[in-house]
């Protein structure tokens, strides 16, 4: 028999054992001996216990953390995935082992995304790329992946630990936002935008046509000193209005 116990020592700390216990040959007598084997795995189940703990907080965090988590081995074989990708992709982890990912890419972008990822996996430098994934549903969402690779002693890499960010409704926003501000270039009236610590930063086509100033001549330069305004007010109680109410007319 053979088991490992928790038990009182003689200076009162308990201590972790391993136990082995052997029959003996009999002996003329006919009485049945036995041996047994009593080894100090303290050490050796206290690190069993740390990696443990260790493996439930990992689990726990992976688990119920909104972005998709993967790992994948020095080779670029993935192994695990968290569950919040087959909540997504609905795909289980014998159709994702290995390189089976691109799977779940978009045909316009899978060639471009794996020559990537296979040329950071040869360089061992950490991997980012913007691409699209198919859900459950047949939907493309837009993802932001990160990949970080991990070294053993040596220097050669043993591990990746990626994750993939929908970033779906920045992209939108984002498109949303360069449309009008190509409107606001492309509109006749004189519309610019003016920081005021640092000046204008932004200063349209109208602007150019109505004040003759290039955009090169007026961004980052003070607007009344550009355009010699004269306010009803002055430029202090001008700046002054604008940083406590947000805005100003007249």
């Not at 990160?146 to 926003?173: F, Q, S, Y």
């Not at 004189?190 to 200063?203: M, N, Q, S």
Request: proline share 4%; charged share 25%; glycine share 8%.
């Amino acid at each position: 028999a053979r088991f490992s116990c928790y038990c009182p020592t003689a200076r009162g700390t308990p201590r972790w054992w391993d136990i082995g216990i052997g029959a003996l040959p009999q002996d003329g007598s006919g009485e049945q001996r036995l041996v047994a084997v009593a080894r100090d795995i303290t050490q050796l189940k206290t690190i069993e216990l740390t990696l443990g703990a260790s493996e439930r907080r990992f689990s726990a965090l992976a688990d119920n953390m909104a972005q998709f988590a993967w790992m994948a081995d020095g080779a670029g074989s993935l192994f695990w995935y968290n569950p919040r990708w087959y909540d997504y992709t609905g795909t289980t982890l014998s159709e994702m082992a290995g390189w089976g990912r691109p799977s779940v890419h978009h045909p316009d972008h899978v060639d471009r995304v794996v020559e990537k990822f296979r040329e950071h996996i040869v360089s061992g430098e950490p991997w980012e790329d913007v691409f699209p994934l198919r859900s459950r549903g047949g939907e493309y969402r837009w993802f932001l992946s990160r990949a970080m690779p991990i070294r053993d002693d040596k220097g050669e890499v043993t591990l990746w630990c990626g994750t993939n960010t929908d970033i779906t409704e920045d992209r939108k926003v984002a498109q949303r936002l360069r449309q009008k501000a190509r409107l606001i270039e492309l509109s006749h009236e004189a519309i610019f935008v003016w920081d005021l610590e640092t000046g204008i930063v932004a200063w349209n086509r109208g602007c150019r046509e109505l004040y003759g100033h290039t955009a090169e001549e007026a961004i980052g330069a003070e607007s009344h000193a550009l355009l010699q305004t004269t306010y009803p007010v002055s430029v202090t109680e001008l700046t002054a209005t604008l940083k406590e109410c947000g805005s100003w007319s007249g």
